[in-house]
């Protein structure tokens, strides 16, 4: 593989995906295109990666769509698609990991601790593999966006990243993979998410400051929805990721929230 990459036309541009690709994917493909010109290469993965779930999480459903994700690249005239099964890429005694250390810690690596650990894993595995000259990743996981540039930043990896906008449903759901999983009335429910977002933008615009009122007022917004159980919901630095008090602009909100067993990440970058 490392010798067909050197071969590719440049600039070779990545997608990383698990697969159970939507139109967020596909913008993400659009996105890549615009990098890779009429002459450079727009490559997608599609791996669903075990070491990035917990040992309670949906690794064993998360969906797996190949024919229909291949068909969907193809029509998004991406180049070439990379679906390693997950013993070609880790050894059965693979012993060492990427850790990021601090941006990490917080939201959602609270409740998914080992979660970013394998993500860095594998996107520092996908880079050594294909080495792109930029990758693409979605705001709609702002986090790992920002864990991402800072390995590649700490690590030397001579690769650009280059984030894309959430995409999101009419009633403002983010789209996401896991949305499948929800019963139509978690699915109704799970719009109050975004409205929280943008409700709490409102405040904040209207001059609220105290960083425990607006989290409190997303908290009990999100929690009218008699399905939803809130994971965090947190108005952060959005570089450090760190609570800051009293609120100053730009600032992150962002939320997790769970419908049934379902786990939904949404953002608001208020700048
Ligand atoms: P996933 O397959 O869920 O790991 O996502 C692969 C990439 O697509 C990640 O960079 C995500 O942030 C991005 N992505 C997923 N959903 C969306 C969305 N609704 N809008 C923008 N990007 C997204």
Redesign the pocket.
């Known amino acids: 593989m490392q010798r067909l990459s050197g071969r590719l036309p440049r600039p070779l541009v990545l997608?990383?995906?698990?697969?159970?690709?939507?139109?967020?994917?596909l913008?993400?493909v659009k996105k890549a295109k615009r990098f890779s010109g009429r002459t450079g290469t727009t490559a997608a993965s599609l791996f669903v990666?075990p070491i990035q779930f917990g040992p309670a999480e949906d690794f064993g459903n998360y969906p797996r769509t190949f024919q229909s994700d291949c068909e969907l690249l193809e029509g998004a005239r991406c180049d070439l698609v990379f679906a390693p099964h997950a013993d070609e890429m880790y050894f059965s005694d693979s012993s060492t990991v990427v850790v990021e250390s601090a941006l990490s810690r917080v939201m959602c690596g609270v409740s998914r601790p080992e979660h970013f650990t394998g993500v860095c894993t594998v996107v520092s595995k996908l880079f050594h593999i294909l080495r792109p000259d930029v990758a693409?990743?979605?705001?709609?996981?702002?986090q790992?966006?920002s864990i991402l540039r800072r390995m590649a930043r700490d690590l030397n990896f001579p690769v650009r990243i280059v984030a894309?906008?959430?995409?999101?449903e009419e009633d403002g759901l983010?789209?996401?993979?896991?949305n499948g999983y929800l019963s139509e009335e978690e699915r109704r429910q799970a719009a109050v998410i975004y409205s929280t977002l943008v409700g709490a933008e409102q405040k904040i615009r209207n001059g609220w400051k105290s960083t425990r009122r607006v989290e409190n007022w997303m908290r009990s917004s999100i929690s009218k929805k008699k399905l939803a159980k809130v994971d965090y919901v947190v108005a952060v630095d959005p570089v450090t990721l760190q609570r800051s008090d009293p609120i100053t602009i730009p600032v992150l909100l962002a939320a997790a929230v769970f419908f049934g067993k379902t786990r939904l990440i949404d953002n608001r970058l208020i700048e």
């Open positions: 997608v990383p995906t698990m697969g159970a690709l939507h139109q967020g994917h913008g993400l990666n693409v990743f979605g705001e709609k996981d702002f790992q966006l894309h906008p959430i995409v999101r983010a789209l996401s993979s896991r």
